[in-house]
């Protein structure tokens, strides 16, 4: 069965800072794997995907990811930190040629100036 | 072009009654699904809905119901609630077999 495990549920970080939200996944097949944002109040937004190409993902607003098949994961990191990333981020898995999407717990991200 | 639009936005009902939750999805998406997002959780798979049939299913009791019409919006029925069906309720739209997901900003449901 799928799942996904988010480790911490909140991370703070300062302004200009590293931002590293880590992601481990169970799959039994290759997945597809996504990191999502939440505004308060909001829908999810879509910040990046890996769907069995390049390894190092690229996403919006300056976010990348990595795709590490050794080591189930598929951490979602940002150089420098900005006011405006703070937010709740989910990571979710995906079985290629599968129907459902599985969400982490989610890990909200504080921001300090 | 309207992303996914969902209504209404919040809800308030009370024990034991029924709701029906609303989706459009975006301009030639043709596959929704729904789910349920319980306060600092991540969202829960509820179904998926692909030419007007339910094709998956999640870990939700048969309360849990929905519809897809003909220009591809989708309803969420819920009847005899509970407290614990008290959630944020997300839309998501995509491409049949596509894997990326849109979602709506979601009905916020309070049973009381």
């Known amino acids: 069965a799928q799942s996904v495990t988010q480790l911490g549920s909140h991370v703070s970080v300062s302004e200009g800072a590293l931002v590293l939200l880590r992601c481990n996944y169970s799959?039994?097949?290759?997945?597809?794997l996504f990191w999502y944002v939440q505004y308060p109040n909001q829908g999810l937004q879509l910040l990046l995907k890996?769907?069995?190409?390049?390894?190092l993902v690229k996403g919006i607003n300056g976010f990348e990811a990595e795709f590490k098949k050794s080591e189930t994961s598929f951490h979602l990191t940002k150089p420098s930190a900005h006011m405006s990333d703070a937010a709740e981020y989910f990571c979710?898995?995906?079985?290629?040629?599968?129907?459902?999407?599985?969400f982490g717990a989610g890990t909200r991200l504080f921001v300090k100036a | 072009d309207a992303g996914v639009t969902q209504s209404p936005t919040h809800l308030i009902k009370t024990r034991g009654q029924q709701v029906t939750l609303r989706c459009s999805p975006k301009?030639?998406?043709?596959?929704v699904s729904w789910y349920q997002q319980a306060l600092g959780q991540g969202p829960q798979f509820i179904f998926q809905?692909?030419?007007?049939?339910?094709?998956q299913r999640g870990n939700f009791p048969d309360r849990f119901s929905g519809h897809q019409f003909p220009n591809y919006s989708s309803e969420l029925n819920v009847n005899a609630l509970l407290l614990g069906d008290s959630a944020l309720y997300l839309c998501?739209?995509?491409?049949?077999?596509?894997?990326?997901?849109?979602f709506g900003p979601g009905t916020r449901l309070t049973v009381t």
């Open positions: 998501a739209s995509s491409l049949n077999r596509g894997d990326e997901q849109y």
């Open positions: 799959s039994s097949v290759p997945p597809y």
């Open positions: 890996y769907t069995s190409a390049a390894t």
């Open positions: 979710a898995v995906k079985n290629t040629g599968g129907f459902k999407t599985i």
């Open positions: 301009s030639g998406h043709d596959t």
């Open positions: 809905y692909y030419e007007e049939e339910e094709r």
